[in-house]
């Protein structure tokens, strides 16, 4: 019996000492005894040891691990770097699904601004192909006038307007370029659009469809 009390003993002076107070106290277990410490601060037998916090009537109320070790202490902070991360990329495409529902109350929507935005660049498209073709009939004339005096002495300014037209050409063929590969970015972009808005809307894709 005396054995048993004395075993018991640490177990009820750590509740008494519960008992006796409102607040918070910590509990670890003491590897140099066996036994287990208590106290309202963290005693120092529990220092750099995991540890418990049980409230005034002895429930559990959380349970705090060892110290982490600086590999640990590295892999924590950059998994709380990628959650963040995480986080943001999903509050941004939260925002942008709402947006995308905000702009357009219908799939149809999408097609007529495609459609629109396509036609404004086929426009400019076509206006630069019609001054490349300019500056390319323009640069073929003046090579045949060049061929012409090409053992005489030259016009003043031919020389010059070829180098004009050479650059016209170059310029023209830029834009066309340019305006084309923007052309392809739109029909990607309302692709990716048209794409999104079925998933979020959970409607069903139409089985062929005609721009």
Known sequence: MALM???KLPLLLCALALQASAGEFLCCQDKASGRRVCGDTLPG???GEAY???DSSGNLLREVGPPLSAEQKIAAAEEVRRKRERDAAEREQRRKDQALLDTYARVEDIDI???KAENDVMLLIRDYKAKLADAQQRQQKLKNESEFYLNKAKPA???SDLRNAAHEIRTQAELIESKQKELMAIREKYDADR???FEI???RRPASRTR
């Open 157 to 159: 300014g031919l020389d």
């Open 45 to 47: 037998q529990c220092r």
């Open 113 to 115: 601004s495609q459609r």
């Open 195 to 197: 794409n999104r808005y």
């Open 201 to 203: 809307t959970g409607r």
């Open 5 to 7: 009390l004395k075993r």
């Open 52 to 54: 418990r916090v049980y």
